[in-house]
């Protein structure tokens, strides 16, 4: 009950400070046995007769049937994926079948259920590569036309409602994409209208929308120790340019590496802004690129400079991050 007893006392804000005791505390509690993976390349699975049985081969949904109908529907899709959902079964029964089972209400069948067996087959395919890129991004989907449909949210700037589905993509560094590594998808719930930027500051990451990047982040490097011999590269835009992802790529495995897009001027511990400091450097190497056509402008070549440089970066002066400890990383910068 504590020091007031049973009667509950007024609440007070106090500051707790953790210390490690090791300087590789987190590394070490991180650590797992990985489990057995065996690689298989892409070749391999496409030439399979039974690709979609194979692809859904890791799956269990609680019940035979339910996991053979699921792989039917894969199927049925993969030989007619331009038409409808109905209009995928070439009988009644079939598409009945279907229906029944994205109805059903048990736990058994969930979003990371589905998606497991493909999952599986992906990090296969992925362990049989030497070089794998991470592609993370978010995407609206709009059904707004559903409108008897519940659990649908906000897709932002009076653009309707629908769902966000956040996207880890695997991709061979000649564009052959390898699957699906880890998928979110949420409908966004209504923001109170008094929320500032200052009581947004005052949450944690993991209270946040944003914390989809570090969550794709930490499969991607559950991924990596499952297959130590393949590099990973995880790519991000601007949105991910986030202290806490930074922090996390300081702990990561030795073969998964990251690439975001910055978006923030961030301060450094030689007490000089980022731009500013690239900006000063010497050019390191020039290039030149094709740019498509794009926004009604033709393509073109651009010649860019290029510099790069190690640069010491201080936390956020926002909540409790003002008293994080600074994060080192490599910054390449790009100018036309």
């Not at 859904?56 to 339910?66: P, Q, T």
């Not at 949210?153 to 699957?179: E, F, M």
């Not at 949450?203 to 930490?218: F, G, L, N, P, T």
């Not at 590496?257 to 450094?268: C, G, M």
Request: glycine share 8%; proline share 5%; with cysteine.
């Amino acid at each position: 009950a504590g020091r007031l007893g049973a009667r509950r006392g007024d609440k007070s804000l106090k500051d707790v400070w953790l210390y490690a005791l090791h300087r590789r505390c987190r590394e070490q509690l991180q650590k797992e046995v990985p489990a057995p993976l065996t690689p298989r390349r892409i070749e391999q699975s496409l030439a399979r007769e039974d690709w979609c049985v194979g692809e859904m081969g890791g799956l269990d949904l609680g019940d035979r049937r339910r996991t053979k109908r699921a792989a039917a529907i894969l199927g049925a899709r993969w030989k007619n994926p331009q038409a409808s959902f109905y209009g995928s079964f070439s009988k009644w029964s079939q598409a009945k079948g279907a229906y029944a089972l994205i109805e059903h209400k048990g736990p058994e069948l969930s979003y990371d259920r589905l998606l497991s067996g493909h999952q599986q087959a992906t990090q296969q395919r992925m362990a049989a590569e030497s070089v794998v890129l991470l592609a993370q991004d978010t995407t609206g989907l709009n059904y707004s036309g559903l409108l008897k449909t519940t659990g649908l949210g906000s897709l932002g700037n009076a653009k309707g409602q629908g769902l966000w589905l956040h996207s880890l993509v695997t991709i061979r560094p000649d564009g052959v994409p390898l699957g699906v590594l880890e998928a979110q998808c949420w409908g966004r719930e209504t923001l109170e209208a008094n929320e500032t930027q200052r009581g947004r500051n005052a949450k944690s990451i993991d209270e946040k929308e944003s914390y989809r990047w570090i969550q794709s982040y930490q499969c991607a490097a559950a991924a990596a120790r499952r297959m130590p011999q393949t590099q990973l590269v995880v790519m991000a835009d601007r949105e991910a340019d986030l202290y806490e992802l930074h922090q996390a790529a300081a702990d990561a495995p030795p073969n998964l590496h990251t690439l975001v897009r910055a978006q923030h001027n961030r301060h450094l511990t030689s007490h000089q802004k980022l731009w500013d400091h690239m900006a000063a450097l010497p050019c390191g190497e020039r290039r030149t690129v094709d740019l498509p056509r794009r926004s009604g402008q033709p393509a073109r070549t651009a010649e860019v400079e290029l510099r790069w440089d190690q640069v010491e970066i201080k936390p956020p002066a926002v909540g409790c991050k003002k008293s994080w400890p600074p994060v080192m990383i490599w910054v390449v910068w790009v100018h036309e």
